[in-house]
């Protein structure tokens, strides 16, 4: 389980939205905002930072900083913020800034972070290339040998939910075809925007029979299946929800409540998985939920993206779905102990090391009735768990 995984090709593709952040760093105390920005005003600020952000730069560069070999796929311009990020990817290693779709002409997405200390940040955002991202972009001929395909935030690049999600699911399809485990993860969307008001449930209908791993917020999913928040069931409830709509192992992000895990009964529709895990009846109709882990929290920046950097990195490792969603939680909470959305990554067998050392869980709103601890695996098993018990 330890061992990192190696070779030239990659095991998983990260694709989907990136962006520039570009952060001036401001100078003395709390103001209020008016106060800091008036028309005609000029502010001394100090040097810009300068990070990546969206799912290709936080999910991928949480894998790569576990050890798997990862292959990045997100679309720039060809212009100066583009060949920024493309050098701040080559820092970390100049194999992350090959796979990039760089395209002439087109801008690079960038958002201007003004954070005045003491004031609530203001995000100016230009979605750029992330809006004309479609299925046509992606060189399907570097998804060989790799496993899994991990794609991010379509509720903010506008031809992946326009039309009714067409784009979207013609790229999960033609990845499916080509053998690689098909993963999704989204983004809340504005309410009041134009992709606030996209037919979501529609989309799903129509993307889900393409995605083995379904891997959103409980928060985002709830707004986009329009359900009330409350209530005991409504974990089970919107998960079976989306695996009745196709996906095949569904995995809500819980914030501070760790995660939740169901799956499809039907084996057959859990067969893509062979590819990572020997075991496939391991997963089918589980029910779980993780805790997750006692930290001091520095910054939550990017956490749910390398939450699901651990998910993923536990299937390539061939784990059990305990262990799967133990290493989700694990990373995440190596996450949060960082200010920025990455660099509290260590490696795989220092996450591991440190899961077995008796590193402690936070306490969750559990047991709900027919819920069960699971003591060897410190996780929550469910219902669907017990009635799986006793076939």
Sequence with gaps: MEAAVRGEKPEIVVCGHICLDVIPRFAGGAARLEEVLVPGKLVNVGPAVTATGGVVSNT?????????PTRLMGKLGDDLFGHALLEI?????SALAEGMIVAAGASTSYTVVISPPG??????????????FGAEDVPYDQLAGARIFHFGYPPLMKRMYADGGVELETLLRRVKERGLITSLDMAR???ASEAGRARWRELLARVLPHVDLFLPSLDEILFMLGRESGGEGVLRETAEELISLGAAVVGLKLGSGGWYLRTTADQSRLTPLRACVSQVEAWADRELLAPCFAVEVVGTTGSGDCSVA??????????SPEETMTSAVAVGACNVEAADATSGIPTWPEVQTRVRGGWARRTVALPLP??????????????ADARRERC
């Excluded at 991928?60 to 798997?68: F, K, W």
């Excluded at 651990?310 to 784990?319: K, N, P, Q, R």
Aim: proline share 7%; glycine share 16%.
């Design 60 to 68: 991928g560069l949480a894998l790569h900083r576990l050890g798997v």
């Design 89 to 93: 990817l080559r820092g970390y290693d």
């Design 119 to 132: 004031v609530d940040r203001i995000f100016l955002h230009c979605p750029g290339a992330n809006d004309t």
């Design 189 to 191: 969307p504005d309410p």
């Design 310 to 319: 651990g998910f993923l990195a536990g299937l390539i490792y061939g784990l």
């Design 370 to 383: 027919g819920w069960e601890w699971a003591e060897q695996a410190a996780i929550w098993r469910g219902p």
